[in-house]
């Protein structure tokens, strides 16, 4: 299983990035899919998930600025960020739920 995490960078406050994370190896549309990031010296957090139907959950940091999405046909999650904020910067990691699966993530930098 291959988990291809891309779209991070370094943006200033109040930019904007898309992260796309592509699944190779297991049957994407069958799991749910989340999103977690991992600031410099603090442990991994969850940012959003979406289940297999489509239903949403963001942690409360980032509700209103970011949107998860799924298309089942590109085996592919996304993570629309908007309006990001510096607290915002850390490795962004998807995660297909209730696997041991992690990829290697993409980094996110926002600068004040």
């Known amino acids: 299983v291959q988990l291809q995490a891309s779209g991070g960078g370094s943006v200033q406050a109040g930019g904007s990035l898309k992260l796309s994370c592509k699944v190779i190896g297991m049957n994407f549309s069958i799991f749910g899919m989340d999103w977690y990031r991992q600031a410099p010296g603090k442990e991994r957090e969850m940012v959003a998930t979406?289940?297999?139907?489509?239903?949403?959950n963001y942690a409360d940091s980032v509700k209103g600025r970011f949107t998860i999405s799924r298309d089942n046909a590109r085996r592919t999650v996304y993570l629309q960020m908007n309006s990001l904020k510096p607290e915002d910067t850390g490795f962004y990691f998807c995660?297909?739920?209730?696997?041991?699966?992690w990829g290697q993530g993409t980094l996110v930098t926002v600068s004040s």
């Open positions: 979406i289940a297999v139907r489509g239903t949403q």
């Open positions: 995660h297909p739920q209730s696997t041991a699966y």
